[in-house]
């Protein structure tokens, strides 16, 4: 049965290509999900990609990975389970304790992701509310970063064997 994962991207993602191309790249979102989508098709990985500027809908696709949430359907409870998320949190890293929280209450194993490194940039922007309960952390690598963290947890799944997770 393939493994899930679930990619989230934040506030001012759908800006990749056009936002500060210098510190971000040319590269677009849609760029990077289709990348994203075919390694994860040529992977045997089941991957969905969501993408919001507002905090509360991250809460509410992150609980509804559990069938629970706002919106969550009986639809959710049928899915296969998912194995891991990738986040890139954006803004919010900085700033965000409810996303962490619904990341610690749902239990599944995440990747905090960055395209920038954060820690090269302004020193407010070194502070993560994610990093120390992240299985990993990938920052720096531009949207290259992308496919390292499909690969780290695509890896992860399949030497840690069937119902595993990260």
Known sequence: MPRRILLINGPNLNLLGTREPQIYGSATLQDVEAHAQAQANTLGIQLETFQSNHEGAIVDRIQRTIGRGPSATAGDMNEEPVSAIIINPAGLTHTSVAVRDALLGVGIPFVELHV??????????????????????????????????IEFVATHLRVKGEGAKL
């Open 116 to 149: 920038s490194n954060i820690h090269a940039r302004e020193p407010w922007r070194h502070h993560s509310y994610f990093s120390d309960r992240a299985v990993a952390v990938i920052c720096g690598l531009g949207v290259f970063g992308y496919t390292a963290a």
